[in-house]
């Protein structure tokens, strides 16, 4: 669905973006700081049971979102939504690739939207925004009554994890949408047609590639030109290695973490994918679409992916191809965790600037967004898990959807996740550059953990960045 755009001349912040844009290389290479709109609080109408967060009613609303594999189809929901709710004023939905690139230069004019889903490469450094003030607190969002019952307030829609994941220095700065969850997915009829079982064990796993090679198929391909799709299976056995010890140790900046034993095993159960050829050629060179179009066209048997995967190949994967993800093998006979853990968090982060024209509305969007209504669509459109309670029962889910909430179900406890990619976005870069060169061959194990703890270390030590803990 699109909607249509209102708006027949230029508004302020339409001009303001033409001027900004033009003069993006240089503000790009500024920190952001807080500055422009002084009337961004003013901006409130009055507080009723309609209108519980006090929305102006003759606002327009501003929303960028990052357009990539769930679609725009829920936040143009979610704006159709609000626009009943306030028939007075109209909603500018854009959905953009490069969040950071798009955006940063308004941050930095004090001109922000009212909305952005800062998700995808090249996000906006929302740690950096949050330790500058420019992200609104979301606190009254959370506690104004839900959409779908007035009794009930909105942060006891959102499933466990939610609220924390958003949490930074005590304040809700930002809620995901997406509960997320990373495995390996193949294809069942594929592996049905040539009798493989999935394996259980990585020994069980480098065994299969053996066999895949020789039915003519390229046993992995993964997203080279984006190297944390392939960081997440690597960081999945490291923590079933080494336990949540580890996994709170690496987001600590704790001194040797990279390279104590259970990360130097998990990077070298990966290096092995390359040194026994188990990898497709040409991956490293391939998009996030390159590669994910040669696994749903039968030239690869794994890939590494979050659960949004399905969604985002439904409109190019064969029928009768039945994706499902499962979890990453077991790579030790000791390893902490069980077979089954997961590495899982909710993501698609949403944020109200702190300097947006109306803020009120950028709130009560959320509120819309996070409804049942919505939500149910995003299962639906996206095939993807929500994270709004109840939002997925009664959908007929498809296989990918199905495997994914099994998945989740046989977890149980041993769900696990990283923050530091949240945290300290130069340590994530360090990381995702590390693990390019790893899976090209051109560095070891050993050099790869040694190269990262370096970049984590620097992190540690410089006293400007804000440090989280857990």
């Not at 027949?8 to 900004?20: C, I, M, S, V």
């Not at 020994?203 to 066999?211: G, P, T, V």
Request: negative net charge; charged residues 20%.
């Amino acid at each position: 669905m699109t909607l249509p755009h209102p708006r027949t001349t230029p508004t302020r912040r339409t001009l303001l973006r033409g001027g900004a844009a033009a003069g993006a290389a240089g503000l790009l290479s500024g920190c952001v700081t807080a500055g422009g709109s002084d009337d961004a609080e003013s901006a409130s109408g009055d507080v009723t049971d309609d209108n519980p967060l006090g929305v102006p009613e003759d606002a327009d609303l501003e929303v960028v979102m990052f357009n990539g594999g769930y679609g725009q189809a829920y936040t143009e929901h979610a704006a159709e939504v609000y626009e009943a709710r306030h028939p007075d004023a109209a909603v500018d939905h854009q959905g953009v690739q490069r969040v950071g690139e798009t955006l940063q230069p308004r941050f930095v004019a004090g001109e922000p939207p009212d909305v952005v889903d800062n998700t995808g490469a090249g996000r906006l450094d929302i740690a950096q925004l949050a330790a500058s003030g420019q992200l609104h607190d979301l606190a009254e969002l959370l506690d104004a009554p839900s959409l779908d019952d007035p009794a009930v307030p909105v942060r006891d829609t959102l499933l466990p994890g939610v609220v924390e994941d958003g949490t930074l220095d005590g304040e809700v700065v930002f809620l995901n949408y997406s509960s997320v969850l990373w495995g390996l997915w193949y294809s069942t009829s594929l592996f049905e047609s040539h009798g493989w079982a999935y394996p259980r064990t990585w020994d069980d796993m480098l065994a299969l590639c053996e066999e895949i090679k020789q039915a003519g198929i390229a046993p992995w391909t993964w997203q080279g030109k984006y190297p944390e799709y392939m960081v997440d299976p690597l960081q999945s056995l490291a923590a079933k290695v080494g336990g949540m010890e580890l996994v709170k140790a690496i987001d600590n900046l704790e001194p040797g973490a990279w390279q104590q034993d259970a990360m130097l095993t998990a990077a070298d159960g990966i290096h092995r994918l390359v040194t026994g050829g188990h990898i497709m050629a040409g991956s490293e060179a391939l998009s996030h679409t390159e590669a994910q179009n040669a696994w749903s066209n039968g030239e690869a048997a794994f890939i590494p992916c979050g659960s949004w995967l399905e969604g985002e190949q439904q409109g190019v994967t064969p029928e009768g191809f039945d994706m499902v993800m499962a979890p990453v093998p077991d790579l030790t006979a000791s390893d902490a965790m069980p077979f089954g853990a997961l590495q899982g968090s909710s993501s698609e982060s949403f944020l109200v600037p702190a300097q947006a024209a109306n803020p009120r509305g950028g709130l009560d969007y959320l509120r819309c967004l996070f409804s049942l209504d919505v939500a149910r669509g995003f299962a639906e459109t996206a095939k993807a898990l929500p994270v709004v309670r109840g939002a997925t029962d009664g959908v007929e889910m498809s296989t990918g959807l199905a495997s994914v909430a099994d998945a989740v179900e046989a977890a149980g406890e041993h769900v696990f996740g990283y923050k530091y990619r949240t945290w300290y976005a130069p340590l994530a870069k360090a990381v995702d550059d590390a693990t390019g060169e790893l899976l090209a061959g051109r560095v070891d194990p050993e050099a790869w953990a040694d190269r990262i703890q370096s970049a984590a270390d620097d992190v540690a030590a410089d006293d400007s960045v804000t440090k989280y803990e857990r």
